[in-house]
Nanobody
C-alpha cells in the first residue's frame, strides 16, 4: 500500500488557476499509472486526467486545454495544473495510484465569485 497526500486546493474565482500536488510515500511514479479524479456534491467520482510511465497524458473532454497533469519522479509527486477554472470544476479532487488501488484524502477545489 502507498500513502498519497494531496494539497493545493482552495477557493478561486472563475477564470483563475490552481495547482494541485500529490506526494507518494515511496517511489512509485515511474512504475504505476497516476491519476486525478474529482467528485462533486451529488455526483459520482470521475476520472479527470491520468499519466502512465512513459506515456502521454490523458484528459476527460471537459478539461482538455485547461488542465495539465505532470509528474516529478525525483519528488514522488504528481501535479494537476488547472487554468481557466469554471464553477463546474468545483469538487473534491483525489489522487490515485493505478486507477483506484490507493487513494489520497482529497483536496477541496471551489470555483466561485
Amino acid at each position: 500500500q502507498v500513502q498519497l497526500v494531496e494539497s493545493g486546493g482552495g477557493l478561486v474565482q472563475p477564470g483563475g488557476s490552481l495547482r494541485l500536488s500529490c506526494t507518494a510515500s515511496r517511489s512509485i511514479l515511474s512504475i504505476y499509472i497516476m491519476g486525478w479524479y474529482r467528485q462533486a456534491p451529488g455526483k459520482q467520482r470521475e476520472l479527470v486526467a491520468y499519466i502512465a510511465p512513459g506515456g502521454s497524458p490523458n484528459y476527460v473532454d471537459s478539461v482538455k486545454g485547461r488542465f495539465t497533469i505532470s509528474r516529478d519522479n525525483a519528488k514522488n509527486t504528481v501535479y494537476l495544473q488547472m487554468n481557466s477554472l469554471k464553477p463546474e470544476d468545483t469538487a473534491i479532487y483525489y489522487c490515485s495510484r493505478n486507477m483506484g488501488a490507493d487513494w489520497g484524502q482529497g483536496t477541496q477545489v471551489t470555483v466561485s465569485s
